[in-house]
């Protein structure tokens, strides 16, 4: 929940005798964009650039070898906690590793799972792993928005447990084995056995208060996801 993301803007002069774009200009943009302020708990992960413009000419996605006077860059900054970050290399190091970069989880995901075409067109890529659910935005081959929430599965199990009165694990294996989103999703609305603890003996519940009970965090959660994408 710690990461952030911001849209910057930015520009170098060209110099050279024949005002051809390299990448060296490209490194100059990006040097410039490092030195913005963010909090001093923050620092900055990744920067994307979203498009270029050469001479107030938008929609250009390289401009290496083209030729202008002033080179402008529509940036994706993503800014991440410092201590997270230092947690995260410190539990990599005392497990005998070294971290080589880091990467926002989204856009790993999305080199997995997206194709070329489906971020050029346009695309929303929803990640619900068990602490968060990340969301990436892609449009015209590039990220236009990143957000991590702090609902996931993990919430789903917890609300099983606190309406059932169960322990953690039994309610994940009720989750998978017999969970639905939404109640029309329900294929047949079938008892399920709940395990006594302690003093208290074995129950019954159907299938369809247990998706009640999942599909009022599903809603809060695409709530939520629908909000940062509008």
């Given at each position: 929940?710690h990461?952030?993301s911001?849209?910057?803007?930015?520009?170098?002069?060209?110099?050279?005798?024949d005002?051809?774009?390299?990448?060296?200009?490209?490194?100059?943009?990006?040097?410039d964009?490092?030195?913005?302020?963010?909090?001093?708990?923050r620092?900055?992960?990744?920067?994307?650039?979203?498009?270029?413009?050469?001479?107030?000419?938008?929609?250009?996605?390289?401009?290496?070898?083209?030729?202008?006077?002033?080179?402008?860059?529509?940036?994706?900054?993503?800014?991440?906690?410092?201590?997270?970050?230092?947690?995260?290399?410190?539990?990599?190091?005392?497990?005998?590793?070294?971290?080589?970069?880091?990467?926002?989880q989204?856009?790993?995901?999305?080199?997995?799972?997206?194709?070329?075409?489906?971020?050029?067109?346009?695309?929303?890529?929803?990640?619900?792993?068990?602490?968060?659910?990340?969301?990436?935005?892609?449009?015209?081959?590039?990220?236009?928005?990143?957000?991590?929430?702090?609902?996931?599965?993990?919430?789903v199990?917890?609300?099983?447990?606190?309406?059932?009165?169960?322990?953690?694990d039994?309610?994940?294996?009720?989750k998978?084995?017999?969970?639905?989103?939404?109640?029309?999703?329900?294929?047949?609305?079938?008892?399920?056995?709940?395990?006594?603890?302690?003093?208290?003996?074995n129950?019954k519940?159907?299938?369809?208060?247990?998706?009640?009970i999942?599909?009022?965090?599903?809603?809060?959660?695409?709530?939520?996801?629908?909000?940062?994408?509008?």
């Open positions: 929940e990461i952030t911001m849209r910057h803007r930015n520009y170098v002069t060209i110099s050279n005798p005002h051809e774009i390299t990448k060296a200009d490209l490194e100059r943009l990006e040097e964009v490092r030195t913005i302020r963010v909090p001093s708990d620092q900055i992960l990744h920067i994307i650039p979203e498009e270029f413009s050469i001479d107030h000419q938008p929609g250009i996605e390289n401009p290496i070898g083209m030729s202008g006077m002033r080179l402008e860059a529509s940036n994706h900054v993503v800014l991440a906690s410092i201590p997270a970050m230092q947690n995260i290399k410190k539990s990599v190091d005392r497990a005998g590793f070294q971290i080589r970069e880091y990467i926002l989204p856009l790993a995901s999305s080199v997995s799972v997206l194709e070329d075409s489906e971020k050029d067109l346009g695309v929303a890529l929803i990640d619900i792993g068990g602490g968060t659910t990340d969301i990436a935005i892609f449009h015209k081959r590039t990220i236009k928005h990143s957000k991590v929430i702090g609902v996931a599965g993990n919430q199990t917890n609300d099983i447990r606190e309406s059932l009165g169960i322990i953690s039994e309610a994940e294996i009720l998978k084995e017999y969970g639905y989103a939404t109640e029309s999703a329900i294929i047949k609305d079938e008892d399920i056995l709940i395990k006594g603890v302690g003093a208290r003996g129950t519940i159907p299938v369809s208060l247990l998706t009640q999942i599909s009022l965090r599903m809603r809060e959660l695409f709530t939520l996801v629908d909000n940062e994408i509008r």
